[in-house]
């Protein structure tokens, strides 16, 4: 960094805003020197160290840890030097994130953001910018990945040269990872991101898929799915300036190409951005959030400069839209901590589409050499631009929404859960009383799980539960997590079992699900009868079952157990919940008892 002194120098000695074009014949990035070329991480790395050297408003950080062994750095441009978290959180201008290389095969946004941020510095209309906005990015986030590189990954990807592999060290994909937080990437994103809480958040990815024309396309979250002053401004305003702005910057876009039959031509379906993935998880924390999906057929270079003008477009939006922006975004996170209910599934309502003009290539079949049976094809040749239906409307799924409760409470055992609730800015408050809470107790009723590892986890789905109305103890030491926080997005989704992504369906209370104390079945027989008799209500139903119910005399033990889990001997805590639905809370009043007896 030695020989940028006399720049810096020069700079500073003259403010930030020289007259004269500051001299960027060096600072072409690595992409622009060598042919179909993405910059390796060390070469990222230390453009953006010349970067931090050369201009006063850039600076590199070190955030936390990544699996790698080297730390996330985060890229930060701010014309007032907001250079620290707590800075760029107590600053007035919104912030843009951007994140890069969570699939380091895919690594139009690594150079592309190393171009935008060159050229917001050095030029002086784009510069205005950062009159109005903080602009944040992570170089690298996949930095295991990223060094991993190769040629031959991205099978039918039309370049780079090279590029980092999709799994990091522990083979895991990091926009799965959001949630369970398995990597200290993810660990160290939550902290990053539910402090800045930033405005608009992008992640740079490149699509396989469907063929067509475009280059770019885009996933938002669902506007549904942020408080509606977030959502509104999103769908209305922010999305329709996007598409026409970059119809004009020359790269006509169009929404991420996830197609509802085959083939484009039936139609597109907006992505169910669950919080698993870098969009769903920065909506949870009041993001308008993007993943940018190059088309990886398209040449590199093109990718990369549709992915540099996609950045423009979003941090002009934003610049002209700050105060639209804000205000938004504050009634946002009121109106999360005062809405007493939440939407934990989402499902895609066919009966609604808009119509969306789509330029494509006709789809023809054709025998395949290999196998004789029909193959698809996309003819370049035969290009179309047609009205498609765009199926972009999502609705809570008919049991949604769910109540929230006054308070969640935690035993101090489940620490990986409290941990991840921390991260991610939640107010988390140890007792130092025992209390005793009236509330609810959830029992998971059903519940499926994949067959195949998914993610490092057995991931379950199809949760269902029931509730029973319970009054629990919790000690000292013991966690109270109450609603009514800027954060009850992330709490529902993490704590409430049902949740696609919850902490239960990513295996965190994988204990519950297995009973620890059986019976003899040919003592149990004779207690049983005891029982029975003393209950003739349950000899009722028993005989009911036996008559109507054909497994109850197929297999003896189904009575039995049918007997054991309606007697006190069955434990109380399996497949119950630990985490506690809380209502109402008393403290419990210590030593009552003593003190009586001390008056004897
Ligand atoms: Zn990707």
Redesign the pocket.
Known sequence: MKSYLPFLLLIVCFGCDLKVPIPTADLKAPFELKENYSASYEEGMAFYDKLDGRFTKCKVIEVGETDSGKPLSLAILSKNHDFTLNELVNSDKPIFFINNA??PG?PCGVDATMLFYRDVLANDSLRQVLDHINIVAIPYYNISGALNRNSTTRANQNGPVEYGFRGNIKNLDL?RDFVKADSKNAKTFNQVFSKLQPEVFIDN???NGADYQYTMTLINTLPEKLPASLGGLLKDNMLPFLYSDMAARGWDMTPYVSTYGSIPDQGLVAFNDLPRYSNGYAALHHSLAFTGETHMLKPFKDRVWSNYELLHSMSTWMANHVAELTAAHDQALEATSTEETEVLHWQLDTTQFEDLTFKGYKAEYKPSEITGRQRLNYNRDSSFTKTIKYYNSYRPREDQPVAKPQAFYIPQAWTEVLERLRWNGVEVIELDKAVEVEGQYKYINNYETVNQPYESHYLHFNVTTRSEEATATFEVGDFKVPLGQGRDKYIMASLAPEAPDSYFAWNFFDGILMQKEYYSPYLFEDRAVELLDKHPDWKVELDSLIQNDPSFTENSRTALNWVYKKSDHYEKTHLRYPVFYGQKETIVPVNVFSEQEGEN
């Open positions: 969570i699939h895919e926009n990815h490149t699509t």
